[in-house]
């Protein structure tokens, strides 16, 4: 038998790893088809709107603060949507009622507050269709948007609120408002590097009242324009 040389054979095994490699290369950048990945895809984290960005206030308190915050808005000409919690909302209907007509968006932030990646398809369903049959009949109109509490989902969830007609949304960034009480650092998380098609997470805090006429002055000194996340949305390419 003819002795193979040891040229060939580091020749031989080096085109073995380079295919090796080559395979396993293709794998890794492929897309990703898991079903948690699948689950990601159908959620909305921003939209594509080249100069519009979304301010979204969830809530399940501070309905006075809420009624500020329409004020501002309205005095800006922006728009911007309301998640809103149902049993705050059930306890606040002249509240609901009068964000529909300031032309502000409504949408379900759920009923009780509950952890939404930890219940059942059924769960998720009961949790989110009681909202929104509860907020379209106190506000007149229909809901489209929901975004889960403490941005907490699972399959179900975002399946549930698909056989409800609603897309599940969360944010691009966020404030973190409910635990940093302060203005300026408001502010700065709401605007530093925005740009269009972003959605920003916010609630109805003291603080972050005092910054909102700064965050709207911002933006339209940045040619952007606060619309509501359904506008938002409209413009994103699925």
């Known amino acids: 038998m003819k002795k193979i040389s040891s040229r060939a054979v580091a020749a031989l095994t080096n085109g073995i790893l380079v295919a090796v490699l080559t395979v396993v290369g293709v794998f890794c950048f492929l897309p990703d088809s898991s079903p948690a990945a699948e689950t990601e895809a159908r ?24 009624y500020e915050i329409l004020d501002i808005l309205d005095e800006n000409g922006a728009k911007a949507t309301f998640f809103l919690g149902g049993c705050w909302a059930d306890d606040n209907a002249d509240c609901v009622k009068e964000i529909a007509a300031r032309g502000q968006e409504i949408g379900s932030h759920g009923y009780f507050h509950r952890e939404h990646d930890k219940l059942s398809y059924e769960g998720n369903e009961q949790e989110i269709a009681t909202s929104v049959q ?9 809901i489209g948007l929901f975004a889960p509490p403490s941005g ?3 399959d179900d969830t975002v399946k549930a609120a698909e056989a409800l007609g609603l897309k599940t949304v969360l944010w691009s960034r966020d404030t973190v408002d409910w635990r940093d009480k302060d203005a300026s650092v408001c502010l700065r998380r709401a605007t530093e590097d925005v740009a269009g098609g972003e959605l920003i997470l916010m609630h109805p805090m003291q603080h972050t009242v005092e910054a909102l006429p700064s965050v709207l002055a911002y933006l339209g000194g940045h040619g952007l324009r606060a619309v509501t ?10």
Do not use: C, H, I
């Open 43 to 66: 959620v909305f984290r921003r939209g594509n709107s080249p100069d519009g960005v979304s301010l979204m206030f969830n809530v399940y308190w501070g309905t006075d603060l809420v």
């Open 134 to 142: 509860y907020l379209s009949a106190v506000s007149g109109v229909s």
């Open 152 to 154: 907490a989902y699972n």
């Open 229 to 238: 996340v359904g506008e938002n949305l409209s413009e994103t390419k699925r």
